[in-house]
């Protein structure tokens, strides 16, 4: 008894280095692979967006906020394609892990939930900033958007990938099949990208409608970007990035949770 005592003690009381390691590289590997999938498709639809918006919109549009209407909206798609990639990375190899029956090869190494978060988390928040590189690049060359701030929009974009990479791990253990994930993304997930700010300010919204805005915090993470970029924004950057850090918290904390508990990953 005292023996194992002392094993707990040592297991709970330091971290499994090599084994995050192996989980990050892993969940990193992962959209490396197949990056004409997870990479180049995503930039290809972003930039869709922001030429459609720009040819359809952009000429008879008047200024948003100070700015021209192209650039408005260009730190909101880049976010939008941030979230987006972070959310399918860490829902995506959980689900087609418990899909395919190997999740078992993730939940028996030595790793402890706090672990396990982190390491989807790492994945969720590589690819997050693989994706917001290549999109500023672009905006930089295309549109010659330099950011005003650029440790502060790289800020947003570890947070945003962070929060999206957490809420993916909640929505990946909670589904059991691929309808079900599908579900969570186009009923929740994309509503909530597409209506926070995204290719509007949020001034323009009814009362009712703004104040609701103010709850979802894709519409800070959008928002605080966007000052990040261009310098204005439809609320105060560091409130936001307080209320986006706090429901990142909150959030990996049920994903913590849920991989205590085993929540729908034990048969």
Not at 81 to 109: E, H, Y
Not at 181 to 191: D, E, G, L, R, S
Request: hydrophobic content about 55%; proline content about 5%; glycine content about 10%.
């Amino acid at each position: 008894m005292h023996d194992f005592a002392k094993m707990g003690t040592r297991r709970f009381g330091r971290i499994n280095w090599l084994g995050l390691a192996t989980l990050c590289s892993r969940e990193i590997q992962r959209f490396l692979t197949v990056w004409t999938q997870t990479l180049l498709a995503p930039l290809a639809t972003a930039f869709l967006f922001l030429l459609i918006f720009t040819i359809a919109i952009g000429p008879a549009r008047g200024d948003v906020m100070g700015v021209p209407f192209t650039n408005f909206i260009a730190p909101g798609i880049l976010m939008m394609t941030v979230i987006q990639n972070a959310f399918a990375n860490s829902s995506s190899s959980i689900v087609i892990g418990k899909v395919q029956g190997n999740i078992i090869d993730t939940l028996m190494p030595p790793l402890s939930p706090a672990e396990l978060v982190v390491g989807y988390l790492v994945g969720a928040i590589a690819r997050g900033l693989v994706v917001a590189a290549v999109i500023a690049l672009g905006l930089i060359l295309f549109l010659g958007l330099i950011p005003l701030h650029p440790f502060m929009l790289l800020g947003y974009v570890i947070l945003g990938s962070a929060f999206m990479g957490a809420v993916g791990m909640v929505a990946g253990i909670f589904a059991n099949k691929f309808d079900q994930m599908a579900a969570i993304t186009n009923f929740i997930v994309t509503p909530l990208a597409f209506l926070s700010g995204t290719f509007y300010s949020v001034d323009a919204l009814p009362p009712v409608l703004n104040e609701i805005t103010h709850f979802n915090p894709i519409f800070y993470l959008i928002d605080g970007l966007r000052y990040a970029m261009l310098g204005v924004s439809d609320s105060v950057p560091a409130l936001g990035a307080a209320f986006s850090l706090g429901a990142t918290i909150a959030v990996s904390g049920l994903a913590l949770l849920m991989f205590a508990r085993g929540y729908r990953l034990k048969a």
